[in-house]
């Protein structure tokens, strides 16, 4: 059995070094539990790494929390989800507080010019990845193109974009002749998702009707709700956080969000560490530092808990799960509307970089002209082809775009 000191240590250092997004962060874990450590097997890890792209929320946190649960049960998902989880939150409370003291000094804002437009090229990337590996078929394009309009022309609710496009991929699949099955006593897996449930909601109800704290129920209702629709990823989740947190609930400015994602990518831990920054901001807008720390915290609960009940209770299919292939078309399917989710935050973020005014219209958005930021424009194009083209590391790119910006507004 593995001790847990050994464990502490390893996904310690997996926490620590776990940048550059979900892919480099799989890599890191398979290199050390698998390749390194021996821990688990390479049909282990894939199944596991197979179980969790089927689950809302970031899958990388997630197949850490399950390969801890493989070692040591369910206190080993705990120690491994949260060592991976919290060097980042606690870099990113740090940086949200440097960004609300000093965010307005003439050289910050600068700086962070050079780091939008970094993250515009970084999302651009995000788009044609993921549009690589999810169309396998005319079905998927016209969900991709289907999921565009509806957001970008006709706003839709992104959670109903993603549930449609699930039904849809789940009714047009084949279903499997035999299905094993499951060797859970079911008594079990009810009981394990009542108490993650207790875990997660008591505190949040609490906030509300015990405590009355209205803005931080608020929150932590929200959040809670993204974290049960963030299939695809967190570009997928900014247009859906976008669209509530910046146009509906207005806690936050378009700006902001966009620092906050530029932000994250810097950090180690899943990129879904955004949510932090945003419900950070969000207390900081409402009523100063001391919220905004409440408020951190409530997002970082909403957004992370929920992601130990689906290993908990799920882990244990995982064998039935991988016999389903009706839930593999269902994931086939929204992984394709999210192309078309991930295009339509393209265009938003892209908009708020280069022109300082943007307006919604009746079917879509609309700059203003007269706006137009010359230097977003030169940076995005630059920090693009360096990404795309040139393949530079986005650590190198995100300085390269600082520095750049230094030198454009000296012009």
């Given at each position: 059995?593995?001790?847990?000191?050994?464990?502490?240590?390893?996904?310690?250092?997996?926490?620590?070094?776990?940048?550059?997004?979900?892919?480099?962060?799989?890599?890191?874990?398979?290199?050390?539990?698998?390749?390194?450590?021996?821990?688990l097997s390479e049909q282990e890890f894939l199944s596991g790494l197979s179980f969790c792209?089927?689950?809302?929320?970031?899958?990388?946190?997630?197949?850490?929390?399950?390969?801890?649960?493989?070692?040591?049960?369910?206190?080993?998902?705990?120690?491994?989800?949260?060592?991976?989880?919290?060097?980042?939150?606690?870099?990113?409370?740090?940086l949200g507080a440097i960004y609300v003291s000093y965010g307005n000094v003439p050289l910050?804002?600068?700086?962070?010019?050079?780091?939008?437009?970094?993250?515009?090229?970084?999302?651009?990337?995000?788009?044609?990845?993921?549009?690589?590996?999810?169309?396998?078929?005319?079905?998927?394009?016209?969900?991709?193109?289907?999921?565009?309009?509806?957001?970008?022309?006709?706003?839709?609710?992104?959670?109903?974009?993603?549930?449609?496009?699930?039904?849809?991929?789940?009714?047009?699949?084949?279903?499997?002749?035999h299905v094993p099955t499951p060797r859970v006593p079911m008594m079990q897996t009810v009981?394990?998702?009542?108490?993650?449930?207790?875990?997660?909601?008591?505190?949040?109800?609490?906030?509300?009707?015990?405590?009355?704290?209205?803005?931080?129920?608020?929150?932590?209702?929200?959040?809670?709700?993204?974290?049960?629709?963030?299939?695809?990823?967190?570009?997928?989740?900014?247009?859906?956080?976008?669209?509530?947190?910046?146009?509906?609930?207005?806690?936050?400015?378009?700006?902001?969000?966009?620092?906050?994602?530029?932000?994250?990518?810097?950090?180690?831990?899943?990129?879904?560490?955004?949510?932090?920054?945003?419900?950070?901001?969000?207390?900081?807008?409402?009523?100063?530092?001391?919220?905004?720390?409440?408020?951190?915290?409530?997002?970082?609960?909403?957004?992370?808990?929920?992601?130990?009940?689906?290993?908990?209770?799920?882990?244990?299919?995982?064998?039935?799960?991988?016999?389903?292939?009706?839930?593999?078309?269902?994931?086939?399917?929204?992984?394709?509307?999210?192309?078309?989710?991930?295009?339509?935050?393209?265009?938003?973020?892209?908009?708020?970089?280069?022109?300082?005014?943007?307006?919604?219209?009746?079917?879509?958005?609309?700059?203003?002209?007269?706006?137009?930021?010359?230097?977003?424009?030169?940076?995005?194009?630059?920090?693009?082809?360096?990404?795309?083209?040139?393949?530079?590391?986005?650590?190198?790119?995100?300085?390269?775009?600082?520095?750049?910006?230094?030198?454009?507004?000296?012009?």
């Amino acid at each position: 059995m593995t001790p847990y000191l050994e464990m502490f240590k390893t996904f310690g250092k997996i926490g620590c070094l776990s940048f550059g997004g979900p892919a480099a962060q799989i890599a890191l874990m398979h290199k050390e539990l698998v390749e390194g450590r021996k821990w688990l097997s390479e049909q282990e890890f894939l199944s596991g790494l197979s179980f969790c792209m089927l689950l809302p929320g970031p899958e990388a946190m997630q197949l850490a929390t399950y390969s801890g649960w493989r070692l040591r049960g369910t206190l080993g998902g705990l120690l491994a989800g949260l060592l991976f989880v919290l060097p980042g939150a606690l870099v990113i409370l740090a940086l949200g507080a440097i960004y609300v003291s000093y965010g307005n000094v003439p050289l910050v804002q600068t700086l962070f010019l050079g780091v939008k437009a970094a993250v515009l090229a970084i999302v651009l990337e995000a788009l044609i990845k993921v549009a690589k590996r999810a169309f396998k078929s005319p079905l998927h394009w016209a969900l991709a193109i289907a999921s565009f309009i509806a957001i970008f022309v006709f706003a839709a609710p992104f959670p109903a974009v993603i549930g449609i496009a699930a039904l849809i991929g789940y009714l047009t699949t084949t279903a499997a002749d035999h299905v094993p099955t499951p060797r859970v006593p079911m008594m079990q897996t009810v009981t394990t998702i009542t108490v993650w449930l207790a875990i997660w909601w008591l505190p949040i109800l609490g906030l509300g009707f015990v405590i009355g704290q209205d803005f931080l129920f608020q929150l932590a209702l929200f959040f809670s709700k993204l974290a049960t629709v963030t299939f695809g990823g967190a570009y997928a989740v900014l247009a859906f956080m976008g669209q509530e947190a910046v146009q509906s609930f207005g806690w936050i400015t378009a700006p902001q969000m966009i620092d906050g994602l530029g932000l994250a990518e810097t950090t180690p831990g899943p990129l879904i560490l955004v949510t932090q920054f945003v419900g950070f901001l969000s207390g900081f807008n409402e009523s100063g530092a001391g919220l905004a720390v409440l408020a951190a915290l409530v997002t970082l609960w909403a957004t992370f808990l929920p992601c130990f009940l689906w290993i908990f209770a799920g882990a244990p299919y995982i064998e039935w799960i991988s016999a389903q292939p009706r839930l593999s078309g269902a994931l086939s399917a929204i992984t394709a509307a999210v192309v078309g989710v991930i295009a339509n935050l393209s265009i938003w973020f892209a908009l708020n970089v280069i022109f300082a005014k943007v307006d919604r219209v009746t079917f879509g958005w609309l700059p203003d002209i007269a706006t137009l930021d010359w230097r977003a424009l030169v940076l995005s194009i630059i920090a693009t082809i360096l990404l795309l083209r040139l393949h530079v590391g986005l650590l190198t790119i995100l300085a390269i775009s600082a520095v750049l910006a230094m030198g454009l507004s000296l012009v």
